[in-house]
């Protein structure tokens, strides 16, 4: 009886380490429900108009801009930046443009910095399939990214406080693809000194 009670316990021990280094080895799918969920709406809204109140009339300083998703790994960063297509093309504020720039190469002087301007139209995140159009930082900085501040196909609006980047000169990914790409770069940390 004793030993078939210990046949059993090793059975069981053996088929539980079994099952638990085959779910180390698996490759998990991601899920298409998202891991971070704005829980109060109006709690949000809330706190982006509290933040619009801070520059009023009368002030020198005006406009601003934000980060769109800033992700720091083990001295790591990945930042992505999203902008919405209009007519083909997105347009990036000058100064925004300018800072991240800055913040990109003093970032890559100390640490790694993928910085990725991404556009796109409305699209579906959920969607694994949906395309964004997308470039980093290193193509804006060696010139494959045209670095214009006037519409070349003569739609002028006259501001030029701008950079127009048309869809054609970025790279059209899945939304699955740039998950990988942002997830790469995660593991790419997880080994840096």
Not at 53 to 69: E, K, N, P, R
Not at 145 to 151: E, F, G, L, R, V
Not at 172 to 178: M, P, Q, R, Y
């Given at each position: 009886m004793?030993?078939e009670t210990?046949?059993?316990?090793d ?15 698996q490759?998990?799918?991601?899920s298409p429900k ?8 109006s709690?949000f809204?809330?706190g ?5 109140d801070l520059i ?9 801009t934000?980060?769109?998703w800033l992700?720091e790994?083990?001295?790591g ?6 902008k919405?297509f209009?007519?083909?093309?997105i347009n990036?504020?000058k100064?925004?443009?300018?800072a ?6 003093k ?5 790694k ?15 694994p399939d949906?395309?964004v159009?997308i470039f980093e930082?290193?193509?804006w ?5 045209p670095k214009?501040?006037s519409d ?14 048309y869809?054609e000169?970025m ?7 740039l ?5 790469s ?6 080994i840096?000194k």
């Amino acid at each position: 009886m004793v030993n078939e009670t210990r046949d059993l316990i090793d059975n069981i021990y053996e088929k539980e380490n079994t099952k638990n280094n085959h779910q180390q080895n698996q490759v998990v799918r991601k899920s298409p429900k998202a891991k971070y969920q704005i829980f109060d709406e109006s709690e949000f809204t809330r706190g982006r108009e509290v933040l619009g109140d801070l520059i009023v009339h009368g002030m020198i300083a005006s406009g601003g801009t934000d980060i769109d998703w800033l992700i720091e790994h083990k001295g790591g960063f990945i930042i992505l930046e999203f902008k919405g297509f209009h007519n083909d093309k997105i347009n990036i504020a000058k100064g925004q443009m300018i800072a991240y720039e800055k913040l990109h190469e003093k970032l890559n002087l100390a640490t790694k910095c993928y910085l990725y301007v991404i556009g796109c139209d409305d699209i579906d995140f959920s969607n694994p399939d949906s395309t964004v159009f997308i470039f980093e930082m290193s193509q804006w900085k060696n010139g494959a990214i045209p670095k214009n501040t006037s519409d070349i196909y003569g739609d002028d609006s006259g501001r030029q406080n701008k950079f127009i980047v048309y869809r054609e000169y970025m790279d059209e990914i899945s939304v699955e693809k740039l998950r990988d790409v942002v997830d790469s770069h995660w593991k790419e940390f997880e080994i840096m000194k």
